[in-house]
Structures are given as structure tokens and as C-alpha cells.
């Protein structure tokens, strides 16, 4: 493992203004650091990312290793110490954020305030599981199965694989970029909004159910249940070519009280990255 060295949170202010993902500056009583993360990883296999103090972002590269970069806010008389961890000695290794438990027994409310956010590139052929408490989860990239998992925190996906991904009470987009995908994928949330936008070309049986709004820009048969609002729609979305045995994805999503849309787009190929052409 390589650990790079943190960065004063002046110089990190100097940059913020340039930097789209970049943490907010802190006041004058929080400091930031910026500290990188690195370790060897074999293509293939599973890995687990877990942060319950901020955002997860997941990016793919080419090379075959794990990379972390982390954004650590906190107050300046917290002795407490963030650090990412990789447990890979029993079951699929896991990232893991986690900040000392120090000797302190009642800290200061302002101190809660204290967050991570983590930054992870990654193998693009390994299988992930991603899970965040109330920070977001944002994934691009990734061809094998993934699992995404939030209580309150929204979920970006940009993908080329299977998925399930839930979060409670946050919104969730998917952009499934192509390919299809051969094992079943599912989004479900309570009250959150759940969005998913297919690439061109794919061939997708889809299943819809909440008591929230549905829009789609595909044909739906839509059943209601008698006397409520609770609804159901199923669509099969895409042409087989001629003389081909169809093979459809399977994609369900449910929410209990949240919008739903099943969405379009012209998007037909992807870089490796899944980045758009």
C-alpha cells in the first residue's frame, strides 16, 4: 500500500474554484486534508466500498489497482483521525471509511459535522457493492453486477452491467449504456424518485410499480388497483434483430411513494470508461 501525504486545507482552498467535485471550504474552525490511498488488485473478483461519512464516487481505469482519494473535513480540535482501510483477509476485500474512536466520551455536537468524501478508481471488470449512510453513491463505468445501497443518500449510476440499487428516502438515476446485461437488475426505493434511461438498442423487459407518478417514453400497459393509487406497468422495449431468438434484461422498479420514469436516449455506444460518444 502507497499513502500520499495530506495537503492544508489553504491550498485546497485555492483550488476548489476550479474543481467541480471538490468539498466546500472549510471555516475557519474545520480544516480540510486530501489524502491518497493505493493498492495492488488482481482484474476479476468482488470488492465492497462502505462510507458512512460522506459521498462515494466510483470511476474505472486500466490499471490493476485500487486507487483512493479522500476528502476529510473535520474540526481542528478533534483528535479523532480519518483513514480508509482495505480488509481483504476474510471474504471479498472491503474499502472501508472509518475515524478512530479516541479517548473523548461526550465530543462537542459541532463536531458530528466531520465528513469523508472518497473517490475510488477501480478495475472496470470486477464485480462492486457500494454503500454510502446519507452521502451520495456515484458510479460510472462498470461492466459486472453491481449493488448500491443508501438510506438517504441520492444514487448516479452510469453502467454497462446488472444492478440493484435501493435507497430509502434519495432519488435514483441509472443510465444503462448498452450491451444488456444477463442477470436480473433492480431499483427500489420508499419515497424517493427512481429514473432510468436506456441506450439505444437495448432489449429490456420492464416492470414498474408505485403510488407515485409514471412517466415513460415507451408504450406501458398500466394497471390500477381498484380504489387506490397504487399502480403497476410492465413494457417490452426494444426490436430484436430479424431471424435472432430476442434475449431481453430484466429490469424492475418500485417505489412506494416515489415518481417513476423509464426514459430513452440515443446514446448507443460507450467509451470504456462510460463516458458518452
Same mark, same amino acid.
Given at each position: ?110 463536531? #458530528?459535522? #466531520?465528513?469523508v468524501d472518497l473517490? /475510488? ?10 454503500t454510502t449512510r446519507?452521502?451520495?453513491?456515484? /458510479? ?31 432519488? /435514483? ?51 390500477? #388497483?381498484?380504489? *387506490? ?13 430479424? *431471424? ?22 440515443? /446514446? ?10
Amino acid at each position: 500500500m502507497r499513502v500520499i501525504a495530506s495537503f492544508p486545507a489553504a491550498l485546497l482552498a485555492a483550488t476548489a474554484a476550479v474543481a467541480a467535485d471538490e468539498p466546500p471550504v472549510a471555516a475557519a474552525d474545520w480544516t480540510i486534508t486530501r489524502n491518497e490511498w493505493h493498492w495492488p488488485f488482481a482484474v476479476g473478483g468482488a470488492l465492497a466500498v462502505t462510507n458512512e461519512y460522506g459521498d462515494i464516487r466510483v470511476r474505472v481505469h486500466d490499471k490493476d489497482e485500487i486507487d483512493a482519494l479522500a476528502h476529510i473535513q473535520q474540526h481542528r480540535d478533534d483528535p479523532r483521525l480519518a483513514a480508509i482501510t482495505l480488509d481483504d483477509k476474510a471474504g471479498p476485500p472491503r474499502l472501508v471509511v472509518a475515524y478512530e474512536a479516541g479517548d473523548i466520551a461526550e465530543p462537542p455536537p459541532a463536531w #458530528r459535522r #466531520r465528513r469523508v468524501d472518497l473517490t /475510488v478508481f477501480v478495475p472496470s471488470r470486477i464485480s462492486l457493492t457500494v454503500t454510502t449512510r446519507a452521502g451520495l453513491a456515484e /458510479v460510472r463505468g462498470t461492466r459486472r453486477p453491481l449493488v448500491v445501497t443508501t438510506q438517504n443518500g441520492d444514487i448516479r449510476l452510469r453502467i454497462e452491467g446488472p444492478v440493484e440499487a435501493r435507497s430509502a428516502h434519495g432519488a /435514483v438515476q441509472v443510465f444503462f449504456l448498452g450491451g444488456g446485461w444477463e442477470a436480473d437488475s433492480a431499483i427500489e426505493t420508499a419515497t424517493g424518485s427512481i429514473e432510468a434511461i436506456l441506450a439505444e438498442g437495448l432489449l429490456v423487459d420492464a416492470a414498474l410499480a408505485t403510488h407515485g407518478r409514471i412517466t415513460t417514453d415507451y408504450s406501458l400497459l398500466v394497471t390500477r #388497483r381498484p380504489g *387506490g393509487d397504487f399502480k403497476w406497468g410492465r413494457a417490452l422495449i426494444g426490436v430484436p434483430p430479424p *431471424g435472432a431468438m430476442p434475449v431481453y434484461s430484466r429490469l424492475t422498479m418500485r417505489s412506494n411513494r416515489g415518481a417513476i420514469a423509464l426514459l430513452s436516449s440515443a /446514446v448507443q455506444s460507450v467509451s470504456p470508461r462510460g463516458e458518452l460518444q
